[in-house]
């Protein structure tokens, strides 16, 4: 048994499934855990805390799967969560929706579609997730996240430079000069942003929202703002975090202009350390792994961002090279790419390697777990509050249903049947420092029915805008 027992708590869970992912990977056949002021006093078999302590309300899981809170290491919530589905960027020319998505941001629908995320999110068991600088309005992302309960890290869209190099492609999915000269924001302006975001949330408050140096990279942000932003990064104790090596024309644009690969020059100007977090990563070369693994940054792997778009993830990342070297690798749902569904992308992460490599397994289904679990909160900054489920943490987590085919058989080890069967299928009840915020499929601090028609109200005016038919294969009949 962990923690302590006979003091009265706030929440008692009993008789749980519980995948702990802590030191020893313990996976409680028959457990239980105490919570009080949202914060785990005692983790174990039930027969010892469950037995010993008393509670002003106590849940009879009755053997449901309970895991820790996942950690969505890289999502965009904005205004654009409101155009998917409709117009998947399965075209070569999507110019319509992003011309039509910048004329349609304003407050309420950066509220609306970050809300929608959040909802999706927890709906599928994330507690807590960051952005890379999404938010063109940050108080209404906000708002968004605390409507729902989550824990959030959002920023201000960051980014002040524009490379122009002869020949570069845009097509495979990198941002255009048009988008990039609309953005573009001065260097002073960046960094007085990421001030502003990381005093105004600060990182090391306890709250459910935290400011970080949130930035777009991709060779968007210029040398002088990444230096000056992982100083404010450092100076406010908080991770400096940014999308790096999307696709090969990153490393095409850094060596026309520095004569080496883009983490090469993440190196040599300093940026590269550990109080740094990269997302995407899919092209690296073999001393770029060795950078990473040296600097002890952390990565974040998108998946699904990836296979939808071609961009190499599977094929030509070194993910699992960098996990053996002991980089912490964390999962991602991104943008555009389908469901805010971090099991879904520790599936993706499971399969992937093994499909395209002929090996087995390359990446079991309990290192995936580690990804979206104590990876996830690593690369966030966060792993001494979440992450695991252990005395002291805060009580993040998810409770698993046990009514639905994708549970059953219930074998005393659930770690294959979470990953490659029942995912996010089953999730039921979602608590954040233990608060449930989502109760037995019920979200709790808001009408969600209320939030989907405004949701979609919003949407129709997007869909409207653009044409409903502007990318329909098929055609649509009234």
């Known amino acids: 048994m962990s923690g302590e027992t006979g003091a009265r708590v706030d929440t008692l869970l009993r008789h749980g499934r519980i995948l702990t992912m802590d030191q020893r990977r313990r996976i409680l056949v028959d457990g239980a855990i105490a919570i009080r002021q949202g914060i ?12 010993g302590t008393s509670a002003t309300t106590t849940r009879d899981l009755g053997g449901a799967l309970v895991h820790p809170g996942l950690v969505d290491a890289h999502v965009h919530a904005g205004s654009s969560e409101l155009s998917r589905g ?56 906000v708002r968004a996240i605390e409507t729902v309960g989550m824990r959030g890290m959002p920023g201000h869209v960051v980014l002040d430079f524009n490379p122009k190099v002869p020949g570069r492609d845009t097509s495979a999915g990198a941002m255009s000069d048009d988008e990039t000269e609309t953005l573009r924001t001065p260097t002073r302006e960046c960094v007085e942003r990421l001030e502003e975001q990381m005093t105004r949330y600060p990182f090391h408050n306890g709250d459910r929202i935290r400011g970080a140096a949130t ?10 703002l990444l230096v000056q932003a992982q100083a404010v990064a450092r100076e406010h104790g908080a991770p400096m ?32 350390d550990e109080n740094l977090t990269l997302v995407h990563m899919n092209h690296l070369s073999a001393r770029e792994v060795d950078l990473v693994a040296d600097a002890g940054t952390r990565v974040v792997h998108c998946p699904a961002a990836s296979l939808r778009r071609g961009m190499g993830a599977i094929r030509l990342g070194s993910f699992p090279e960098m996990l053996a070297k002991g980089v912490p690798v964390a999962l991602g749902s991104d943008g555009y790419s389908g469901r805010r569904d971090l099991l879904r992308q520790a599936y993706l992460a499971a399969v992937g390697f093994r499909e395209f490599r002929g090996e087995l397994p390359v990446l079991t289904g309990e290192t995936v777990l580690e990804m979206a679990t104590l990876h996830g909160a690593r690369a966030l900054g966060l ?7 252990e005395v002291g943490k805060r009580a993040d987590l998810v409770v698993h249903r046990l009514d639905r085919p994708e549970a059953h058989p219930r ?20 608590f954040v420092d233990g608060e449930a915020i989502l109760d037995r499929g019920v979200f709790t601090r808001f009408d969600s029915g209320e939030a989907y028609r405004r949701i979609d109200a919003a949407a129709a005016e997007f869909e409207a805008g653009v044409g409903a038919a502007t990318y329909a294969a098929w055609p649509l009949v009234d």
């Open 86 to 141: 409709m117009a998947p960027k399965d075209h070569a020319d999507y110019g319509a929706v992003d011309d039509w998505l910048f004329a349609f941001r304003r407050p309420e629908t950066d509220h609306l579609g970050a809300l929608l995320s959040c909802m999706e999110m927890v709906s599928n068991g994330t507690t807590a997730y960051s952005d890379t600088g999404g938010s063109f309005y940050l108080e209404e992302t």
């Open 241 to 272: 975090i940014m999308h790096q090596s999307w696709d090969p024309e990153e490393v095409t644009i850094s060596e026309a202009l520095y004569g080496c690969r883009p983490i090469e020059h993440l190196a040599d100007i300093g940026v590269l």
């Open 411 to 430: 074998f005393r080890d659930p770690v294959d049947n979470l990953v490659y069967f029942r995912a996010s299928s089953t999730v039921d009840t979602v």
């Open 215 to 224: 930035m777009y990279g991709c060779m968007r942000c210029s040398d002088e």
């Open 40 to 51: 785990i006093t005692a983790v174990g078999p039930d027969r010892q805390v469950g037995a």
């Open 383 to 389: 792993d001494d509050e979440i992450g695991s489920i």
